[in-house]
């Protein structure tokens, strides 16, 4: 498994997962109206965004999902991650998590990464409960403004030097 910038040729299996209702059927977003044409502006736009939006690959370099870093600015950024049906539990989620957290504290030099799920979403919660991240409470209003009318969400963070069990040989 590796992370990579994300290519023209991930956008069908980037689709695929957008209209893969086991994967997006509790997320906010409306994926299932997604095109191949959106997953190809959307990965056109990540090679010039201030986001950062990677691939997350198998071995043998196949698309898995995207993780990403969103709204970096004071020393802070927002997570957030999907895979493809079949990639569940097979760790890739775990490994794109630890990785782009690594590249969060030790390459961008940030402080504190947040993110939230809708408690619905209870494959997600139960996913980053038994990784041990906790429900946070002070989200700061200029994120919370972000989601706005969004109700019933789980919010997590986790801060520089804050224990996750992250390998350090993790690329």
Do not use: Q
């Not at 893969?20 to 090679?47: P, Q």
């Not at 196949?62 to 079949?86: D, Q």
């Not at 390459?107 to 996913?127: G, H, P, T």
């Not at 429900?135 to 030097?161: Q, S």
Request: net charge negative; charged share 30%.
């Amino acid at each position: 498994m590796h992370l990579r910038e994300l290519r023209i040729e991930d956008a069908p299996l980037m689709l695929e997962w957008m209209h893969d209702e086991c994967v997006v059927g509790k997320m906010r977003t409306g994926f299932m109206s997604k095109t191949i044409d959106d997953c190809i502006r959307f990965i056109n736009s990540s090679l010039s965004d201030s986001n950062i939006h990677l691939a997350i690959a198998s071995d043998e370099d196949e698309y898995m999902g995207t993780v990403s870093l969103k709204n970096i600015e004071n020393c802070t950024a927002e997570f957030a991650i999907t895979v493809r049906s079949k990639a569940m539990k097979k760790g890739y989620s775990w490994f794109g998590m630890e990785a782009i957290i690594k590249k969060a504290f030790n390459e961008l030099d940030l402080e504190s990464v947040y993110w939230c799920v809708s408690r619905e979403n209870e494959r997600a919660v139960k996913f980053y409960d038994k990784h041990n991240f906790h429900e946070v409470y002070d989200v700061p209003a200029k994120v919370l403004k972000r989601y706005e009318g969004v109700n019933n969400l789980k919010w997590y963070a986790i801060l520089k030097g804050d224990e996750i069990n992250i390998r350090d040989t993790v690329a």
